[in-house]
């Protein structure tokens, strides 16, 4: 049996203080990881951080091999269960190859919800500007989250960067201890932060049976005409899609039959269907925190259908959103 590290306890910790936080995760998104020697241990694809007290959601991971695969540019780096040190139930997270490619022991992970605010610009380095001045940080462009993002992370880490932007994704960030890690991450996340600017937001009135009203945040994007125009454009992010489905639908009311787990009413709220698993209920709600942080001048970058669709077709993601509704 592989021997936990002695800060495994501070990083769940840690852990399930973020994972508690819909402004820096949603649903079973993010992960946290520390290295220990030849060992890395990571959260488990499709637990919930904010669980990391209560249950052991961390795998442990052959660290070398990992990173061998992945500058050999094989397969198998996009597989990280190859790479478990035991068979125990628990797969490592979809993400396991872009914590490997820090030297740091302690890498968060997060949708921080100030982060995507940035993110999801077309230019995104423009749009923070010079608010992360005295970090060191870069930014990637979006690619589905596995091996080649992960190449593009080590380019930047390979240049100093310890706190790194991911396009249409969100923020990692790295340090050598659990607390130097996450006063890292909230000092981004701080620098980065956007107020929420009050939106009209009421109730959508009556709904048809089967559904309900929507977070508060979506129906203020639903009536205001731009952010509505915005949250109909496309999808942003790759949670999103998991969870939610392509993009998000407008319509006058809520239609019948099969359905997305929610809709936009324009001019009146958003409604949720009665039925939609708490994951979608999580990523609708960033949906309406995140827009409602945007400038209504912005130019966002959607992502392409073939990126959804690669989304949609993932087993690692179906096999997430099965276990996280």
């Given at each position: 049996m592989t021997m936990q590290p002695a800060d495994l306890a501070e990083l769940a910790s840690?852990?399930?203080?973020?994972?508690?936080?819909?402004?820096?995760?949603?649903?079973?998104g993010g992960n946290t990881s520390v290295k220990d020697g030849d060992v890395m241990w990571i959260k488990?694809?499709?637990?919930?951080?904010?669980?990391?007290?209560?249950?052991?959601?961390?795998?442990?991971?052959?660290?070398?091999?990992?990173?061998?695969?992945?500058?050999?540019?094989?397969?198998?780096?996009?597989?990280?269960?190859?790479?478990?040190l035991a068979q125990d139930g628990l797969r490592p997270s979809i993400e396991t190859s872009l914590h490997a490619v820090f030297?740091?022991?302690?890498?968060?992970?997060?949708?921080?919800?100030?982060?995507?605010?940035?993110?999801?610009?077309?230019?995104?380095?423009?749009?923070?500007?010079q608010k992360l001045v005295g970090f060191n940080w870069g930014v990637t462009p979006y690619a589905k989250p596995g091996a080649n993002l992960a190449r593009q992370v080590r380019d930047l880490v390979r240049q100093g960067c310890d706190v790194i932007v991911l396009g249409n994704h969100g923020v990692i960030v790295a340090a050598d201890t659990v607390g130097a890690a996450g006063d890292l991450l909230l000092g981004v996340a701080e620098a980065l932060r956007v107020e929420s600017?009050?939106?009209?937001?009421a109730p959508p009135g009556d709904l048809p049976e089967g559904w309900v009203a929507g977070p508060a945040s979506l129906s203020a994007v639903a009536c205001h005409p731009a952010l509505l125009g915005m949250a109909t454009g496309g999808s942003l992010y790759p949670d999103h899609v998991i969870f939610c489905g392509v993009g998000a639908m407008a319509c006058d009311a809520p239609p019948m039959g099969?359905?997305?787990?929610?809709?936009?009413?324009?001019?009146?709220?958003?409604?949720?269907r009665a039925d939609a698993t708490v994951g979608a209920w999580a990523l609708a709600q960033c949906l309406g925190d995140v827009l409602t942080r945007v400038p209504e001048s912005a130019i966002l970058n959607y992502l392409s259908m073939a990126e959804?669709?690669?989304?949609?077709?993932?087993?690692a993601e179906k096999y997430r959103q099965a276990l996280n509704g």
């Open positions: 840690l852990s399930a203080r973020i994972g508690a936080d819909p402004m820096l995760i949603q649903a079973a488990a694809s499709g637990t919930l951080l904010a669980d990391a007290e209560a249950r052991d959601i961390f795998v442990a991971c052959d660290l070398p091999a990992m990173r061998a695969s992945l500058e050999k540019g094989e397969a198998r780096a996009d597989q990280p269960m190859e790479f478990a030297e740091q022991r302690i890498v968060l992970h997060v949708h921080c919800v100030h982060t995507l605010a940035h993110a999801i610009q077309a230019d995104p380095v423009a749009a923070i500007g600017r009050p939106r009209r937001a099969d359905s997305p787990p929610f809709v936009l009413i324009p001019g009146k709220g958003a409604a949720m959804n669709g690669e989304l949609l077709d993932w087993d």
